[in-house]
């Protein structure tokens, strides 16, 4: 039980009331000197209402992360086996071979993402509270789910605003592989290996967020030929080869990135063309490509986050804007554009109208046949919007016809 509380100002319950579990520090009035940071801290109302408990740090702008709503006192020496086993349990007994566990907010656990593949479990803390505790963390983790070992990857550039630097190694067992092999649902139902790289790849190692994304596209693409740009590992490019697209042609900014999309194709048994493999900036490359008038029956366009906060939402907006009109413009008629966003602050109904702005310009008639974003094994809770994060359209695309003359 703890005994000190924060207290927050009169009339700024509200967002704890509605279960958001961020607590500002403009939102509070006062946080006692003795509760350390990373201290599991009870939180009053100004009249001194109990509405929760959370993970404190003064060095961040989100000074509370709630774990607990509600005047229940809360015992710290279950609390963290109860979450991790009931997100666990969310995930049901016949989860994929390789998911996410713990999505963070979403599953109650904020400043927490625990990434399973297969045997390995890979774990980010991107907050100090968090991090404190990650060795008991892995250490439960490793029993819920009977790992090999547990690895963190705590090398996200947000643990900066926590005051915490970069954090990765082992924290329970066995070091996983370098390259570890999964599988996911392809084409008619056959399974597609997939080597992620978990001490050194993006994320967690990989991105599991786009896995129903791929089988999908895989369907999509077959007996077409595709640009897949941004193509870091070749996910995509593996299923709409494994489902029957004639080619893809892969870029990315990556050297290394392009080795692994070159390894996965192999493993898989898929022909590996070195000039389907090209190092490029993708924003050059596309005007290049549209002066030497080159065409494909399907792009896939999945860039990198590039809003990071408020104020760089229109420069992102203006990029994706850029990218999207480029890619339409190299559409053969009656092609595909597959365009996602993963800028959390770049919200669905924006999204779309970047793209009818690019659509316009490029002077074709786009219709949204699917509407994408990430997996189930990342839920969106909806009492913390600021989850959504991915978003993908599939366009169907088709050239304007010539305007009549008046
Ligand atoms: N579609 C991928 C994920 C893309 S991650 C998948 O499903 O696995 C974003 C990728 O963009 C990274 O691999 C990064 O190397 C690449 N990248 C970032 N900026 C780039 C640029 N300007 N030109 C080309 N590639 C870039």
């Known amino acids: 039980m ?24 403009g939102a509070l009035a006062r946080v006692p000197k003795e509760a ?17 408990h959370g993970l ?69 803390c991107l907050c100090l509270g968090m991090d404190q505790r990650k060795q ?6 490793a029993g819920l789910v009977g790992a090999r070992g547990v690895l963190e990857r705590s090398d996200s550039e947000v643990r900066k605003k926590e005051g915490l630097g970069e954090s990765n190694g082992v924290l329970w067992g066995e070091t996983p592989p370098d ?28 991105y599991l967020d786009q ?35 004639t ?18 194709l192999e493993a898989n048994g898929l022909p590996v063309n070195p000039e389907d493999f090209l190092q490029a900036d993708i ?12 065409r494909f029956d399907a792009i896939l366009l999945d860039p990198p986050k590039m809003a990071f906060s408020a104020a760089q939402v229109q420069t992102a907006a203006r990029a994706y804007k850029d990218l999207n009109l480029q890619a339409l413009q190299l559409l053969r008629p009656g092609g595909l554009l597959v365009s996602f966003s993963c800028s959390g602050r770049v919200d669905p109904d924006l999204f779309q109208k970047i793209l009818f702005g690019a659509a316009l310009d490029a002077r074709v008639d786009a219709r949204v046949i699917h509407r994408l974003n990430a997996g189930p094994d990342h839920p969106l809770l909806l009492s913390f919007p600021e989850g959504d994060y991915l978003k993908g359209l599939v366009l169907q695309v088709e050239p304007l016809a010539p305007e009549a003359p008046l």
């Not at 924060?6 to 500002?24: D, Y």
């Not at 390259?179 to 990989?206: Q, S, W, Y």
Request: hydrophobic share 50%.
């Open 211 to 245: 896995a129903r994304n791929r089988a999908l596209c895989g369907q999509l693409f077959e007996g077409r030929e595709v640009l897949n740009l941004f193509c870091y590992s070749g996910g995509f490019a593996v299923h709409a080869l494994a489902a029957g697209a």
């Open 36 to 52: 350390p940071d990373g201290a599991l801290l009870a939180l009053q109302a100004a009249d001194g209402t109990l509405l929760g």
């Open 247 to 264: 080619r893809v042609l892969n870029v990315d900014a990556s050297a290394e990135a392009l080795a692994l999309a070159r390894k996965n």
């Open 283 to 294: 924003f050059k490359l596309l005007r290049g490509f549209r002066k030497e008038g080159r």
């Open 2 to 25: 703890t005994t000190v509380a924060a207290r927050l100002k009169p009339g700024r319950e509200k967002a704890v009331l509605l279960r958001h579990p961020w607590v500002f520090e």
């Open 56 to 124: 404190l740090n003064r060095q961040s702008q989100i000074t509370l992360r709630l774990v607990a709503f509600g005047a229940a006192p809360v015992d710290e020496s279950t609390l963290w086996q109860d979450l991790l086993a009931r997100a666990v349990a969310r995930r049901g007994a016949q989860r994929p071979f390789a998911c996410r566990l713990v999505n963070a907010e979403a599953d109650g656990l904020p400043g927490l993402i625990v990434d399973v593949y297969g045997p390995w479990v890979v774990m980010q």
């Open 179 to 206: 390259l570890v092999e999964l599988l996911e649902a392809g084409p008619r139902g056959t399974p597609v290996k997939l080597l992620a790289d978990l001490h050194r790849g993006h994320k967690t190692g990989f």
């Open 136 to 141: 008991h963390l892995a250490e439960v983790l």
